[in-house]
């Protein structure tokens, strides 16, 4: 096989990177936006020693799994991956991923619970982060960066944001160019807004919607284009501006004004109302998160028991169990989610429910040395997963069951090959569907103490 090479090919699989998969003369080739079932004409555009890259020329004989795609922007942003399909196929795809995760990764055979879907699969997300772009007549455009690039991709309207996304943003980008206030250039470091950042309530009718716009440096039309925002839509609570001076790929910088309102929006996550700031981990798809979190709650048995809740976040799901709990303590990094939580937990009245900032594997270990020994610890981790010190104080600490939250099927797989090398069975995984049409899935884990000593 050459590169530029056309070749025939059957797709019989799709890869967790959204790609089909097919053999050609005993090697794998990889291609992006097909269907299983797909039979091709591909070029091949990159050549290693057991596989290879091409791309779609010919769709001689259609899947039955294909439909038709809506967005303009699909397949040049680096957003979706699944337009092209049923979401029904779609989500045999994700069952498959999160499941060979742990079986190839992990070498476990846990009990593996049938995907539950997302109710909506347009317009779900309740937070934008968009960065912003400028056209060569000066004009500015919102957008998203192209697969693998940071090169921004205009997008008028994301059909997996609030149609008030869009509107938003439009006016954003038509009256910062009035104010003559222009878009940062990441090659040259130079220009002044970077991102525009937008989070909206979703179970609170009147919950409003945060906008934060992220900047280079502070400029006082900022001033004036804050007050424009805040008079054209209503419901926007606040708009914050938050610099970012770095030479950086992470969207939010330390520092905050808030130009006009507050920062926090209002909402409630199973039954339990929150504040939640800019800088708050909060899940984006409110309805299908909640699901995940009843799930945990499940696993959890929480009854009259102690909980320790890592990454914690504005506390939303170990606040929902406290009614049950003996105790919460959740553990968050960010300072201002950690207010949040214990402004959460105040609102509601609870008492049984503390919060600390530090990192979840320092937290863990204080807790493992101050001999507290909680009776579940839940996790909830960034994609790249836990931390080896994490894990160990977990397992020193000897909860009866450790239930997990995991935004990237590869990494919780092996965390949990770990903690099972530390004295936990892996009972059960289910996929839960929280990003429909991207590659990303959502698993739930829950893990029991084995009877022999850790």
């Not at 206030?181 to 090659?187: K, L, P, R, V």
């Not at 970077?194 to 440096?217: D, P, Q, W």
């Not at 807790?367 to 010190?389: A, F, M, N, T, Y």
């Amino acid at each position: 096989m050459n590169k530029n090479e056309i070749i025939r090919l059957g797709i019989t699989a799709l890869t967790n990177e959204g790609f089909g998969f097919g053999k050609y003369d005993g090697m794998a080739v990889f291609v992006p936006f097909t269907a299983v079932g797909d039979e091709i004409e591909t070029k091949v555009v990159k050549v290693n020693k057991s596989y290879a890259y091409a791309k779609v020329e010919n769709i001689l004989s259609p899947s039955p799994d294909r439909i038709e795609n809506l967005c303009p922007a699909f397949g040049k942003c680096g957003g979706c991956a699944f337009r092209h399909i049923t979401y029904e196929a779609e989500l045999c795809a994700k069952e498959n991923f999160v499941k060979e995760a742990f079986e190839k990764i992990g070498g476990l055979k846990p009990d593996f619970l049938p995907i539950v879907p997302s109710d909506d699969t347009e317009r779900y997300r309740n937070k934008l982060e968009m960065p912003v772009g400028a056209y060569e007549n000066g004009g500015l455009y919102c957008g998203f960066f192209a697969s693998r690039s940071h090169r921004i991709i205009p997008v008028e309207d994301c059909l997996l944001q609030p149609e008030i996304f869009s509107e938003i943003t439009r006016f954003i980008t038509e009256k910062a160019r009035e104010l003559k206030i222009s878009a940062y250039n990441e090659e040259r470091h130079q220009g002044v807004i970077r991102h525009i950042y937008l989070r909206k309530a979703v179970n609170v009718k009147n919950g409003g919607i945060c906008c934060v716009i992220v900047a280079r440096k502070k400029a006082p039309e900022f001033t004036r284009l804050a007050r424009a925002i805040s008079e054209k839509f209503p419901g926007i609570t606040g708009v914050v501006l938050n610099i970012n001076p770095e030479k950086t790929n992470v969207i939010l910088g330390e520092k905050e004004i808030v130009l006009c309102g507050k920062a926090e929006i209002s909402d409630e996550m199973c039954g339990v109302p929150v504040e939640i700031s800019p800088k708050s981990f909060y899940q984006v798809n409110t309805r299908a998160a909640e699901k995940i979190y009843r799930k945990a709650a499940e696993f959890a048995e929480p009854k009259g028991k102690v909980i320790l809740d890592l990454y914690c976040g504005a506390g939303t799901i170990g606040l929902s169990m406290a009614k049950d709990a003996a105790k919460i303590i959740g553990a968050e990094i960010i300072p201002e989610a950690v207010e949040n939580a214990k402004a959460n937990a105040e609102r509601l009245g609870i008492s049984n429910a503390e919060f600390i900032c530090a990192d979840a594997g320092k937290a863990a270990k204080t807790l493992s040395e101050q001999k507290i020994s909680p009776d579940v610890i839940l996790l909830d981790p960034p994609r790249k997963g836990c931390s080896e010190e994490t894990l160990s104080a977990c397992a020193q600490m000897k909860p009866e069951r450790i239930v997990m939250i995991s935004c990237n099927p590869a990494t919780a797989a092996r965390d949990c090959k770990r903690l099972s090398e530390l004295g936990y069975k892996l009972n059960a995984v289910q996929g839960f569907d929280l990003f429909p049409r991207t590659k990303h899935v959502e698993c739930i884990m829950c893990m029991q103490r084995m009877e022999q000593t850790v």
